[in-house]
């Protein structure tokens, strides 16, 4: 099993900055991906950021040249810096993570943490 523990939402004001932690622990394989999601009221939940083991990342259009995803390896930790924040940013961010385990990959959610951008 593994877990997924995420900190660091919370209220800034628009042009603001905000960083999301998300610590993984369990069992974890080593070839994986983890991404950030978020989902506003009435929306879809859509992907904002993907970075895989290798350091391979992919973003939002939305989100390119705002909001950087990083990871630290040895402490199974996935970032998101978000910065430049706009009110069209608020909502409830979740964390994942994707294990490449044979004969099929596995997903993993966490809870999520709001994050609200005022005007």
């Known amino acids: 099993q593994v877990q997924l523990v995420e900190s660091g939402g919370g209220l800034v004001q628009a042009g603001g900055s905000l960083r999301l932690s998300c610590a993984a622990s369990g069992s974890i394989f080593s070839r994986n991906t983890m991404s950030w999601y978020r989902q506003a009221p009435g929306k879809q939940r859509e992907l904002v950021a993907g970075?895989?083991?290798?350091?391979?990342?992919t973003y939002a259009d939305s989100v390119k040249g705002r909001f950087t995803i990083s990871r630290d390896t040895a402490k199974n930790t996935v970032y998101l810096q978000m910065n430049s924040l706009k009110p069209e940013d608020t909502a409830v961010y979740y964390c994942?993570?994707?294990?490449?385990?044979?004969?099929?990959?596995?997903?993993?959610w966490g809870q999520g943490t709001q994050v609200t951008v005022s005007s």
């Open positions: 994942n993570l994707v294990a490449a385990s044979y004969p099929l990959p596995n997903s993993y």
């Open positions: 970075i895989t083991s290798g350091g391979t990342t």
